[in-house]
Structure formats: C-alpha cells, structure tokens
C-alpha cells in the first residue's frame, strides 16, 4: 500500500493511494491526531495496516482523484530522523574518505522536513553551496531497542524517498557541522508515500536516481550499500529506542554535486528530482529567500 498525507478542503488528513485515487481514511474511521498526519496509523501497527486495506475495500468510501488533491510529507514531526553518511563505497571514493567500518549516524532536524513537491529555500547569507543527495528512506513501524540484524525488517513499516539536502559550506568548514548543514528548513523533502514493506520484496535491489534540470546527475542500486538495512536498524537500535515514525534515510551514492569539477550546487529555478524504484519520486523547485 501507499499511505500518504494530503491536504483537502484546507483541512490535512491521511489517505491511502489506490488506482490513482486518495482514498480518506479519516472519513472511513481510522485514527487521527491533531496534526492529521499518518503518525497514528503508523504508531498502530500490522493490525492497523489491516483496517486501511478494508478501507480500500469499501463500497463507501471517500476518496478524491490524486490530482486534486494536495500530496504534502506523510509525517510531520517524527521522534528522530536517523541519517546514514558514507554508506556507498562509490561516494566514499568521490569524497576522499575511508570507507567506514562501522554505520555512521547523524541527525536531520524535524524543521527540515518538507513535502515532497513543495520548494526548497534557505537564505543565502547562511549558505551558497546547496546539495542534492538521493537516498531510499525506511520508516520504523514497531517500537525496539537492542534489535537483531536478522528480525531488523520485521521493525519496517514501509520505505520512501529522501533527498537529504546539504549545505556542504557549513557541513565542511570549521567545526564541521554535519547535523545544521543538513537541517536547514526544507531540507528534509521526503514522500510522497510510505510504501509499506509487504510490496517492496527486497529493498536491498532498488535503482535509485537524481535528475537535476533534466540531467542524470546519481544513478545506482541499493544493493551497494556499504551496510545494509538491517545492519543498520541493528546498529541504530543499540542502547537507542527506535520509534514509530522514525525516518532513517540510508544513504546517497556517487554523483553529488561537491565532488564534480566543477562542483555543482542547487540554485535559484532548479528543478530536483530523486526518486527510488518502486517507492516513487519527489520533485523540488529551487526558490531562493
């Protein structure tokens, strides 16, 4: 299933796709909090995700054409959002950096979050070098801690699209500022479903893309992440409850705009598309403050 936020009628509410149709789930009775996101759903497990297919099933339902609706982030404000750095060899290479022996974690900041067709902005007297970074996202379904490699997928609630977006001038200089160089306000788009983890088979086989301007700028395949899903849902968990809603993006490949000669940072009119097989694509304009 693809579960979706969405705004209609100025009113935000949670929706399931279906044939090219938003289908309401708040009309259909499931669960919502005040911020009318999918955290609810989320938060309630298998035997949630069992209620929305009945809502798809309903001869009742209430549901809106996909194009007349507005398709905003699926959540809003989750309890951590859990990055992965250097995790394809490829892009080690490309950044002069060992390729690490162990996960290496940073955070993005809820602020960051964005939609994923919504602009992306920042001012230029904080940055000038504006990156792009594609990654495949993993949502947390199910609350754990000290979790294994081989039951790490069971956590999944399902997968999505990232674009962890950079400024490399603050992540770089100085003191090295990974976490506010990567959370600047819209630096977060990610969406526009959380495709729950029974219609992904294998999500260590996906082609994942960046499209700058009409321009290929990433392309390669989730089976070369230098640690893999469940590693890294093991590795994460460690000491660390992992939440429902939680959002780990895994990583970008080769291809990032820093490491071209020369570089290649995001500007005003910019169009930025990343997307992930079978999990979707986002696409963001570049609208400078």
Not at 183 to 193: A, E, I, K, N, V
Not at 273 to 287: H, P
């Amino acid at each position: 299933m693809k579960l979706l936020t969405f705004i209609e009628g100025n009113v935000v509410r949670p929706g399931v796709l279906h044939d090219y149709r938003v289908i309401d789930l708040a009309a259909a009775g499931l669960p919502v909090d005040e911020t009318g996101d999918l955290m609810r759903i989320v938060r309630g497990g298998d035997a949630m995700l069992e209620r929305v297919r009945e809502a798809i099933d309903s001869s009742t339902r209430r549901d809106f054409d996909i194009d007349d609706v507005k398709v905003i982030a699926p959540l809003f404000n989750p309890s951590k959002i859990i990055a992965v750095g250097l995790n394809y060899i490829d892009h080690c290479e490309e950044a002069k950096l060992p390729v690490p022996k162990e996960p290496v974690l940073f955070t993005k900041w809820s602020n960051s979050i964005t939609g994923p067709y919504d602009d992306l902005s920042w001012p230029e007297s904080v940055t000038r070098e504006v990156d792009y970074e594609v990654e495949l996202g993993v949502v947390i379904g199910r609350r754990g801690r000290n979790i294994s490699e081989k039951d790490a997928l069971d956590y999944v609630c399902g997968y999505t699209v990232v674009n962890d977006v950079s400024a490399r001038d603050l992540q770089f200089a100085n003191a090295k500022q990974w976490d506010r160089g990567k959370s600047l306000d819209t630096f977060c788009p990610w969406g526009p479903y959380i495709v729950t983890r029974d219609e992904i088979k294998n999500p260590h086989d996906l082609e994942v893309c960046t499209v700058l301007n009409g321009r290929e700028m990433q392309k390669s395949n989730t089976s070369k992440l230098v640690f893999n899903i469940n590693q890294i849902i093991a590795y994460a968990s460690q000491g660390t409850t992992l939440m429902p809603g939680d959002l780990i993006p895994t990583g970008t490949p080769f291809g990032v705009g820093f490491s071209r000669t020369p570089p290649v940072f995001l500007r005003h009119g910019d169009v930025c598309e990343c997307s992930v097989e079978k999990v979707g694509k986002i696409i963001n304009k570049v609208n400078l403050e």
